[in-house]
């Protein structure tokens, strides 16, 4: 009997879990980062001191939660619906994702301490989002494969990722983009566009950065790629021939106040490891 009882206690504790990491995917699906964090518990506890830093920390509790629910895979989930709400953080309709925050601000001409301080953002997400992208919870693949042939043709203009890790670019010139920016057009992305910038107000573009983990096989971000496949749909992206309007710059959170994005993405592997502690 007491046997029996364990294992109903395990099932029950079980069941409760599934649940928790159900209603958390809904909040993270409708763009509610904060909540599927306080939703996983430990999470939120983590996501408590980060609520006031902006969009760089949004973005790092998001690849936490999105990591935390890979439990989901195989239990009515595929790797799509994991992946894709992680990409919206970056990229989407309403012109809040982290790259969009980034065109928005890029757009007011910023000296070149700003620019440099963007140029920066930008590698430093794309190499957070390869990591995610490239995590071994994710086995099939091909919605890794789709999202870094979306987002990195906008970051560096590079395509041509496929699974499995490490993804490569096998195509540069992916888009151009850059109108209305001072750095202007390119199909060198978002990287290429800054570095244009700051070269034309005399200074000088910061050195590659080479990403931890799983992305440290990249080269870092010298590409760029973004490919829109049918068999994943995507929620929107940024316009290839210009950025968002001026007119659309209205109030923009400032990036990682406080924090740089490593010290964010670490904070993300610290919301999945408390995470998984539960289970």
Same mark, same amino acid.
């Given at each position: 009997?007491?046997?029996?009882?364990?294992?109903?206690? &395990?099932?029950?504790?079980?069941?409760?879990?599934?649940?928790?990491?159900?209603?958390?995917?809904? /909040?993270?699906?409708?763009? @509610?980062?904060?909540?599927?964090?306080?939703?996983?518990?430990?999470? %939120?506890?983590?996501?408590?001191? &980060?609520?006031?830093?902006? =969009?760089?920390?949004?973005?790092? =509790?998001?690849?936490?939660? %999105?990591?935390? &629910?890979?439990?989901?895979?195989? $239990?009515? $989930?595929?790797?799509?619906?994991?992946?894709?709400?992680?990409?919206? !953080?970056?990229?989407?309709? !309403?012109?809040?994702?982290?790259?969009?925050?980034?065109? !928005?601000? &890029?757009?007011?001409?910023? +000296?070149?301490?700003?620019?440099?301080?963007?140029?920066? /953002?930008?590698?430093? #997400?794309?190499?957070?989002?390869?990591?995610?992208?490239?995590?071994?919870?994710? !086995?099939?693949?091909?919605?890794?494969? /789709?999202?870094?042939?979306?987002?990195?043709?906008? #970051? +560096?203009?590079?395509?041509?990722?496929?699974?499995?890790p490490p993804m490569k670019p096998t195509q540069g010139d992916c888009v151009r983009w850059g109108d209305g920016t001072p750095g202007g057009v390119g199909t060198d992305g978002m990287l290429g566009a800054i570095a244009r910038a700051i070269l034309r107000q005399g200074g000088t573009v910061p050195p590659p950065l080479l990403t931890q983990g799983y992305g440290s096989t990249v080269p870092s971000?010298?590409?760029?790629?973004?490919? +829109?496949?049918?068999?994943?749909?995507?929620?929107?992206?940024?316009?290839?021939?210009?950025?968002?309007?001026?007119?659309?710059?209205?109030?923009?959170?400032?990036?990682?106040?406080?924090? @740089?994005?490593?010290?964010?993405?670490?904070?993300?592997?610290?919301?999945?490891?408390?995470?998984?502690?539960?289970?």
């Amino acid at each position: 009997m007491a046997y029996l009882g364990q294992d109903t206690e &395990l099932n029950a504790e079980s069941q409760f879990e599934t649940q928790q990491l159900e209603a958390a995917f809904q /909040q993270l699906t409708n763009g @509610d980062v904060l909540g599927a964090a306080s939703t996983l518990g430990p999470v %939120g506890m983590v996501q408590a001191g &980060l609520i006031s830093t902006g =969009a760089g920390a949004v973005l790092a =509790a998001a690849i936490g939660v %999105g990591l935390a &629910l890979t439990k989901l895979i195989g $239990r009515g $989930r595929t790797e799509a619906d994991i992946i894709v709400p992680v990409q919206n !953080q970056l990229i989407n309709p !309403q012109g809040t994702g982290q790259l969009d925050q980034i065109t !928005q601000m &890029l757009v007011r001409n910023p +000296n070149v301490q700003g620019l440099s301080a963007l140029y920066d /953002q930008v590698q430093r #997400i794309g190499g957070a989002f390869m990591d995610f992208l490239e995590d071994p919870s994710f !086995q099939d693949g091909r919605a890794s494969e /789709q999202a870094a042939n979306t987002i990195f043709p906008y #970051i +560096n203009g590079t395509c041509g990722y496929h699974w499995p890790p490490p993804m490569k670019p096998t195509q540069g010139d992916c888009v151009r983009w850059g109108d209305g920016t001072p750095g202007g057009v390119g199909t060198d992305g978002m990287l290429g566009a800054i570095a244009r910038a700051i070269l034309r107000q005399g200074g000088t573009v910061p050195p590659p950065l080479l990403t931890q983990g799983y992305g440290s096989t990249v080269p870092s971000l010298q590409y760029a790629s973004s490919q +829109n496949y049918p068999y994943i749909v995507q929620s929107g992206t940024i316009p290839a021939n210009a950025p968002l309007s001026p007119l659309r710059a209205r109030s923009v959170p400032v990036i990682a106040a406080g924090l @740089d994005l490593p010290t964010l993405a670490l904070l993300g592997g610290a919301v999945f490891l408390l995470s998984r502690k539960r289970s």
